[in-house]
């Protein structure tokens, strides 16, 4: 089954690829998938008793991974096909991995819980019926005191602070970007 949506996903992105490419694009950035497995919604809603170190979901993490090494794959190859055209990838995964390692260095204190949703009461802080929304406050313990200190805002999206440092490592400073110098032409401007 894992081939078959592969094979699936490669088609689609070939035509899309042919599409933009007779349309006239040129420039490209892509970005790859996270480690799906430390989202909050997940971590909460699937019990799949297999962890990583982080305390994410292995399992579906390692889905992330590979897809992510066949989005690579996928570029190179499209780096090939069209020569006078520009491929650049933001590594969010190697970001994240680098926030979790380094958590203390960047204020993060909370890498698995929900900010902003279901509060204290519920697993990662996150409840599906309770989602955040204008409603939640600190009071009603649904909305985290210090949302700098989380990575996850709702449970699937991230917060700002967590956004700032994805583009400063990977746009901004080239760490987790192919090619790391993509942008480096944008700050003689």
Not at 127 to 143: A, D, E, I, P
């Amino acid at each position: 089954m894992k081939n078959a949506i592969r094979s699936k996903f490669t088609g689609y992105s070939r035509m899309l690829w042919q599409v933009l490419y007779a349309n006239g694009a040129r420039h490209f950035l892509l970005f790859n998938l996270p480690p799906v497995g430390c989202a909050p919604v997940l971590l909460a809603t699937m019990r799949m008793p297999a962890r990583d170190k982080y305390g994410c979901l292995q399992d579906v993490n390692s889905l992330s991974y590979d897809h992510n090494v066949q989005l690579l794959a996928t570029v190179e190859g499209l780096r090939s096909t069209y020569p006078d055209a520009y491929f650049v990838l933001a590594d969010y995964y190697g970001a994240f991995v680098h926030l979790l390692q380094n958590k203390a260095a960047y204020g993060i204190t909370n890498t698995l819980d929900a900010c902003c949703g279901g509060g204290v009461f519920f697993p990662y802080r996150f409840n599906l019926l309770l989602f955040c929304s204008n409603r939640s406050t600190v009071k009603l313990t649904t909305l985290c005191s210090d949302p700098n200190a989380f990575i996850s805002w709702d449970g699937i999206h991230f917060t700002d602070r967590f956004n700032c440092y994805a583009f400063n490592l990977t746009i901004a400073s080239g760490t987790f970007l192919n090619p790391s110098n993509a942008f480096t032409h944008c700050a003689q401007h």
